[in-house]
């Protein structure tokens, strides 16, 4: 479903962090699987959040929200979840889109909820 995006600012920060976390893969150049990780899913992150912002659409914000998702498990499963830099800027930049994303398709939702509520009650 199309619709105005419910709120820029956050489809704005979503942008933000995503270009965020792919510049951070330079920082990670001497850890290979999370600079090539952060690389590769920021840029998905910028590219699903820019697609929002142009045209409104759930399928970017549920991308957004697994590919977040996915940042937060990923140094855990790709090896790189020694404490360290390289882990918890995945963690907490995925932690941020995913919830900026759900909260996204919490308000596109209550938005197009069919109202219980009669015109006549009101």
Not at 21 to 47: E, H, K, M, Y
Not at 56 to 63: D, L
Not at 84 to 98: D, Q, R, S
Request: some cysteine; overall charge negative.
């Amino acid at each position: 479903m199309e619709s105005e995006v419910p709120s820029k600012g956050l489809e704005w920060t979503n942008l933000i962090l995503g270009a965020g976390l792919a510049c951070a893969a330079f920082l990670f150049s001497s850890v290979p699987a999370a600079a090539w990780n952060a690389g590769i899913v920021g840029t998905l992150i910028v590219c699903c959040s820019a697609a929002a912002l142009y045209r409104y659409s759930a399928w970017a914000e549920w991308s957004n929200l697994t590919l977040g998702c996915w940042a937060v498990v990923a140094p855990f499963l790709l090896g790189f979840g020694a404490p360290g830099n390289p882990m918890w800027t995945h963690v907490l930049l995925g932690l941020c889109v995913a919830t900026i994303a759900a909260v996204q398709l919490y308000g596109d939702r209550t938005e197009h909820a069919p109202s219980s509520r009669k015109s006549s009650d009101l």
